[in-house]
């Protein structure tokens, strides 16, 4: 609707601007034609006046310029006048005596503020056009032998050269609705041929985003105009990238999505394993020390434990299950250190523990005693042959920290970050770390490296001492 509204104000205005230019150029010619017309009734006055003035007759020379002035526009109305001047410039005849007195003395005088110039530096017609659009012609009468006889004087006022406004409005009216009669409605045809494959195009890119690129691409209008087949070609581009991309995203997000089973399943096996050995060794002291009574009960409650913490492992995986899980006992980590205690014995390796829990915990056990096996294995695994590690277990009214030094090889920051970066899941090896990781941001704590003691590698489990939330992942 705009382009053919805009067409439509844009011949109109061009029609304005044409008519008025016309009628500015008209004027300005219908001057020029006054002032030739005004040229040739000198050149027919001086061809007249010249034996009238030889001969003295004063009369017939008045007779002359009345006649003449009828010839001139505006003499009729009082805007013109004819005189002819004596050699010394004074007036001889005039066709309006009342206005130009006989005898007057005009050249080298100030007539209607203009001075004019002396008879003598009158050698060939003068024309003064003064501010108020008046003109004034000077052109001297000379006999056979070049005698200066006498001067025509020819005053017009400006009134004479104003322009006949009424005619040519009149005209201008008459081209203006010519103009909209015939152009406005061409405009408006030609602008909605314009438009309708323009609004179809603006239909179509509305669409993108909303549905299918490939099939939008194939409902692209066709047209022969060459801007709109280039708006066009660039708009079945930008489907066919769209296209592209969204096939990228699917390969993209099944990618990830198998990734993702992979990394689950690995920590998986890998949050299974890590009790799995400590009950294996449960098993084999049953095996051997089982008919001690006391050993057995132990060992039994044990495995008890050991087999819930797998129990609830399991469980996390799956949404709709709900179970109940205990809090936190100091007693647990005795459990834990009991499970990796075949893994030390192997490295010769010493765990010293330490508990200072002065109020009740209200940490589910579940996933810090996962955290707590993580930890002691990763620590295991750090210290090597013949190490040392220092497990401590302290609480508060509002925190609990959990935390493992290990005399092994300092862990730098840097690698510590790049273990619990997130493509660092899905080396089976970072696993520990990464699952303490991500149970300490779902528990709205934090796992950090704690670089506090030198030489020595402290790792720090810190989460609020308060119930965690209803379900962990």
Excluded: Y
């Excluded at 581009?237 to 296209?243: D, F, P």
Aim: aromatic share 4%.
């Amino acid at each position: 609707m705009q382009i053919p509204l805009g067409l439509s104000l844009a011949v109109l205005i061009a029609a304005l601007l044409v008519t008025s230019v016309t009628a500015r150029v008209s004027a300005q010619n219908a001057r020029k034609e006054t002032l030739s017309l005004l040229d040739r009734a000198v050149v027919l006055l001086i061809a007249q006046v010249r034996p009238m003035l030889v001969a003295d007759d004063t009369w017939r020379v008045f007779s002359l310029l009345r006649d003449t002035a009828e010839l001139i526009p505006g003499a009729a109305e009082g805007h013109a006048r004819l005189a002819i001047l004596d050699t010394e410039g004074r007036i001889f005849a005039a066709s309006a005596p009342a206005q130009l007195e006989t005898g007057r003395l005009l050249l080298g005088e100030t007539w209607h503020g203009q001075p004019l110039l002396m008879p003598s530096r009158i050698a060939a017609r003068v024309r003064v056009e003064q501010h108020d659009g008046s003109v004034l012609l000077l052109d001297p009468i000379r006999s056979e032998d070049g005698q200066t006889l006498g001067f025509v004087l020819m005053e017009v006022d400006a009134a004479v050269f104003v322009p006949d406004w009424v005619s040519l409005a009149q005209t201008a009216l008459i081209g203006i609705a010519l103009a909209v009669a015939l152009l406005v409605p061409m405009g408006w045809w030609v602008g909605q041929r314009m438009t309708k494959p323009v609004e179809r195009l603006v239909a179509l890119i509305e669409r993108i985003g909303r549905e299918d690129p490939g099939l939008l691409r194939t409902q692209l209008p066709k047209t022969s105009d060459p801007e709109l087949a280039r708006i066009g070609e660039a708009i079945a581009q930008l489907m066919r990238e769209l296209e592209r991309n969204k096939w990228a995203e699917e390969r993209a997000l099944s990618a990830e999505r198998l990734a993702a089973v992979g990394r689950m399943t690995a920590a998986v096996a890998h949050e299974i394993n890590n009790p799995l050995a400590g009950l294996l060794t449960a098993t084999q002291t049953l095996r051997l020390h089982g008919g001690s009574s006391d050993i057995r009960a132990r060992t039994i409650d044990l495995i008890d434990r050991g087999l819930q913490q797998i129990r609830t492992t399991v469980a996390a995986l799956l949404p709709q299950a709900r179970m109940e899980d205990r809090p936190l006992e100091p007693g647990d980590l005795d459990d834990i250190v009991t499970l990796v205690q075949g893994t030390a014995a192997k490295l010769r390796v010493e765990i010293a523990t330490r508990v200072d829990v002065d109020t009740a915990l209200r940490v589910p056990s579940a996933p810090l005693r996962q955290v707590m096996l993580n930890l002691l294995l990763n620590a295991l695994k750090a210290a090597g042959e013949h190490g040392s590690i220092q497990a401590e277990l302290k609480a508060n009214e509002v925190e609990m920290v959990f935390s493992v030094t290990n005399s092994g090889a300092p862990l730098s920051a840097e690698r510590f970050r790049s273990t619990l970066a997130a493509e660092s899941g899905r080396d089976p090896r970072g696993f520990g770390l990464w699952v303490c990781q991500e149970l300490a941001s779902h528990l709205r704590g934090q796992f950090r490296l704690d670089a506090a003691e030198t030489g020595q590698t402290r790792l720090v489990f810190q989460v609020p001492n308060r119930e965690a939330p209803e379900k962990i992942t």
